[in-house]
């Protein structure tokens, strides 16, 4: 499972705060805007679980899963 990372996030908000300044119409901006609030928002969440890991449940592995783990990437 791949999740970007807080700074990527950030990035994102960062673009679309920067296209809310060229929107065309009202309803570019609020849609920039709630693009731009949420990709923070994913940033903030991001970086509290990367913080926070420690803190957090974690499921257990299956026995199948673990023996995967061992197995190289190929």
């Given amino acids: ?17 920067a296209l809310v300044k060229t929107a065309s119409s009202e309803d570019e901006v609020r849609e920039f805007r709630k693009l731009e609030m949420s990709f923070a928002a994913l940033a903030t969440n991001s970086q509290w679980i ?3 890991q420690d803190k957090t449940v974690h ?4 026995t199948q899963e673990k023996d995967n783990e061992d197995i190289p990437a190929t």
């Fill in 1 to 17: 499972l791949f999740m970007f990372s807080a700074q990527q996030y950030h990035a994102k908000a960062m673009e679309y705060a």
């Fill in 50 to 52: 990367a913080d926070n």
């Fill in 59 to 62: 499921r257990l592995l299956s």
